[in-house]
């Protein structure tokens, strides 16, 4: 049996990640790829798992499903960010274990690494500190699928690889509010002030509900962005999430000159920096480790470069063609200090190098962000 014939589990297959993997490997001749995901799967519990497995009778799984989220969402998450990702990854492995799967792919994060490991982060480091302590619980989380990989192989011979990838973006990202990360909410925070500058009100309501966050809860208050919604609620909401401007509009529809230019917030002092992987790149890295790499030891997958938040803010202006004012939030956090993988290993056990450049990325995203969420107008 050819490996492309191999019948292959993607564990969060309906995901950001999952969906750009699945599309690869189909264009790439693999024919037997199934999808094991919520509603369907619930892989924090032992009998979704065991009936996971009897009814797709995977050869190969890649565990992509995790509970993940931006740093607002790991300071209020932080216990069932540490349980469901944990629970998941031990009961998957020793379940494929006992089934006798022949390869087990578990994907890691950079979250993983010590709060100040050197730059560029080489997978030797990986055990030289505790992680900054907002990604803690779920890096840690994770990084138990390396121990556990490792162990197993030790004791049973178990196949199974860890993989390292650096923060994902690109198109079909989770803009949400309450669970993104750091690119798709900038690009979303200065889309939705783009529409507030020109009074577009039924584009920002649009824009809420296709990211399905339109009921918002805050301190006592509540608030649902159904299309009849107050523009008072409309624009507390907005401000809630750093979007304002400097005086209301003076009438229902329109944002006028004098109501002066928009505003966003954006968190911490803009000066941490950030190494940013292009989705289709990092699926194609996952498909190279699964069909060439062997062995239990951690390996970083990423694009090999560094950038600020303050420089990722730049781009993202000059991308959107943004034209007001920023202010940098210095009391939230800048989450880790510095970020940036050495993929050295990659490129040297499989051939793995990022092909993407990172405005061409972002560019990318920014278009099928906006084209996907004006255009078809479902309201």
Not at 148 to 169: C, D, E, K, M, T
Request: some cysteine; hydrophobic content about 35%; proline content about 5%.
């Amino acid at each position: 049996m050819t490996l492309r014939s191999k019948r292959i589990t993607i564990t969060g297959g309906k995901g950001f990640l999952g969906t750009h993997l699945l599309r690869k490997l189909t264009e790439k001749g693999y024919s037997t790829v199934s999808i094991a995901d919520l509603p369907d799967y619930n892989l924090t519990d032992i009998q979704g798992i065991r009936r996971m497995y009897e009814e797709q009778k995977p050869q190969i799984v890649i565990h992509l499903a995790a509970k993940v989220g931006g740093i607002g969402f790991n300071q209020e998450n932080p216990a069932s960010l540490f349980y469901e990702n944990a629970i998941m990854g031990i009961k998957l492995i020793h379940e494929a274990y006992l089934r006798g799967i022949e390869k087990f792919v578990a994907l890691g994060t950079i979250c993983a690494y010590p709060k100040f490991t050197p730059v560029p982060f080489k997978e030797e480091d990986l055990w030289k500190g505790y992680p900054e302590e907002t990604n803690a619980p779920y890096g840690l989380a994770k990084k138990m699928m390396l121990v556990q990989s490792q162990a197993y192989r030790h004791q049973y011979g178990f196949n199974s690889i860890f993989l390292l990838p650096v923060n994902l973006y690109g198109p079909g990202d989770n803009f949400s509010f309450t669970s993104s990360h750091v690119i798709p909410a900038l690009i979303r925070k200065f889309h939705l002030a783009n529409l507030l500058s020109r009074g577009d009100f039924t584009g920002i309501i649009h824009d809420f509900l296709r990211n399905k966050d339109g009921v918002v809860e805050f301190g006592d208050k509540r608030f649902d962005l159904r299309p009849d919604a107050p523009q008072d609620e409309v624009l507390t909401v907005l401000k809630h999430y750093g979007i304002s401007v400097s005086r209301l509009p003076n009438n229902e529809s329109r944002i006028t000159n004098n109501d002066g230019p928009p505003r966003v917030v954006v968190w911490g002092t803009g000066n941490a920096t950030r190494e940013f992987f292009y989705v289709e790149d990092a699926a194609e890295a996952i498909i190279l480790a699964m069909e060439q790499y062997n062995k239990s030891d951690p390996i970083n997958i990423g694009a090999g470069f560094e950038i600020s938040i303050r420089e990722l803010v730049e781009l993202i202006v000059e991308f959107t063609g943004f034209k007001g004012q920023i202010t940098w939030d210095k009391t939230k956090p800048d989450g880790q200090p510095r970020r940036m993988l050495d993929t050295s290993r990659a490129e040297r056990e499989f051939g793995f190098r990022a092909q993407t450049p990172f405005e061409e990325g972002l560019q990318k995203t920014i278009d099928w962000y906006r084209k996907l969420r004006i255009s078809k107008g479902e309201l």
